[in-house]
């Protein structure tokens, strides 16, 4: 994908708030044609920092304005420092844990760039390489990319990273839980050392700490709200229930018109489609997006819960990134997350950018434990009761055979690309990466052994 925008001359809008923040006047048009009028906080804090050059490590909890953050001062850093000599290199690099964000950043750098003629390519698994290597040879200002498919074709020879100015990895967690440190220590390598390096999460781990001092310099940390703390706009209500009794409390709330634009999670690949087919079932607009999907497929599922086509998108932890909507009323955690750091990515699906929603969690006994140290993470009581209304007495209905589906436990089958941190995106990217077999990413007509220097 290859986004480019004509540039007309800009128009001053210097009684913007956003002006005060020395951004360029052609991305103030841009801001303004976009609706918006005040900087989030994330904004605010961030954006002075990064058009002076400092390196930054930002953390904010989701729906909170992240991207916009780091893509508008990078924005104008490029407008005033653009020239003829990187053509057919690559300027600035975002790396993004998941096809779906890789996506929307794209979607949301192509709007704010739209009167500055700034260049953007996408690079990313389950779609063809062809399109991804010929924006590589033309060259770019902005390439977003997922590690695994990036390092797929940098290995190839695709690319010329040698003028990155700026490296930007964002969802720096997930892109660790998800298995992609490997990837990103052999890309960063290949890049130069004289670069700004921004760092954008929704919480900071020990981890993260160690991965800025090892790719950062002297970084400026700005955070805004508490660590692993939910955003205040979502209301938080848990409900018992016996896990044979899930699917009949998820329709069971669904007969509320309330609940009109709702994420449903679920743990597996198999469990989200068994969902959709019983919600479809009960005449409920449904629809998938998890690992065995397409790219083109999970597009159009996520388009379609956009234009309101679709009442119910139901996701898995691995597809959930880049699910960037507005409006989302409820977020139904179906299933408990396994990993608990999660629980604060899914709900703040809804509550974005100041908005009011609900997250609805089931909870079984088995979970118990679980919620027990979330409630430590996220350092507040989860009240957990019984939802009213609700028959507990009934029995689960029957399982008819379309849903004896031999599914794994993913903590415990070795099969599962989703819970397996397996990056997507290349052979080189995919398998190869959890044995550490990379080809080396290199500059353009090299083939190296033994990976950059």
């Known amino acids: ?59 904010a909890q989701t729906g909170t304005g992240k991207t916009a953050a780091f893509t508008l001062p990078l924005l104008t850093r490029l407008l005033r420092t653009k020239s003829n000599a990187n053509r057919a290199r690559v300027r600035c690099l975002i790396l993004a844990p998941t096809r779906e964000l890789v996506v929307q950043i794209a979607e949301n750098v192509a709007a704010y ?111 805004v709200g508490r660590r692993s703390n939910p955003a205040e706009t979502v209301t938080q209500l848990l409900y018992e229930c016996p896990g044979a009794l899930k699917q009949v409390m998820l329709h069971h709330l669904l007969k509320d018109p309330a609940l009109a634009m709702v994420l449903v999670f679920a743990r597996t690949k198999h469990g989200a489609d068994r ?78 950018a100041l908005a009011k929603g609900t997250a609805i969690t089931f909870i079984t006994r088995e979970n118990l434990g679980d919620l027990r140290r979330l409630e430590k993470i996220i350092g507040k009581h989860l009240h957990c009761g019984k939802l009213p209304g609700f028959d507990y007495s009934q029995q689960a209905p029957a399982r008819v055979p379309e849903d004896f589906v031999r599914e794994r436990d993913p903590r415990a089958g070795a099969h599962s690309s989703e819970r397996q941190g397996r990056p997507q995106g290349g052979r080189h990217g995919g398998y190869r990466a959890a044995q550490g077999k990379y080809r080396p990413f290199g500059r353009p007509g090299t083939r190296r052994q033994g990976g950059p220097k």
């Open 1 to 59: 994908m290859y986004y480019s925008r004509p540039f007309p001359s800009p128009t001053h809008f210097d009684s913007m708030p956003f002006a005060s923040l020395g951004l360029d006047a052609s991305i103030l048009k841009a801001i303004a044609d976009q609706g918006y009028t005040e900087p989030t906080p994330i904004q605010k804090a961030t954006i002075p920092s990064i058009i002076e050059g400092l390196d930054v490590i930002g953390v």
């Open 113 to 223: 760039s739209r009167y500055s003629g700034v260049t953007v390519a996408t690079c990313y698994g389950g779609v063809s390489e062809r399109p991804q290597i010929a924006a590589l040879r033309k060259g770019c200002d902005f390439l977003i990319a997922t590690p695994g498919r990036l390092l797929d074709l940098g290995s190839q020879g695709h690319g010329d990273f040698s003028a990155v100015e700026c490296l930007v990895l964002d969802e720096a967690d997930r892109m660790l839980d998800m298995g992609f440190l490997p990837a990103i220590n052999t890309i960063v390598r290949a890049l130069p050392k004289e670069r700004q390096t921004l760092m954008f999460s929704a919480t900071l781990s020990r981890e993260i700490e160690t991965l800025t001092k090892q790719f950062q310099k002297s970084p400026k940390l700005i955070e």
């Open 275 to 352: 969902i959709c087919r019983k919600l479809a079932g009960e005449k409920i607009t449904s629809a998938a997006i998890h690992a065995n999907r397409s790219q083109a497929q999970r597009q159009r599922a996520l388009q379609a819960f956009k234009n309101g086509e679709i009442r119910v998108l139901v996701a898995t932890d691995i597809a959930s990134r880049g699910i960037d909507v507005d409006g989302i009323t409820h977020v139904i955690n179906f299933d408990f997350p396994d990993q608990l750091e999660d629980y604060v990515h899914r709900i703040g699906r809804t509550g974005r």
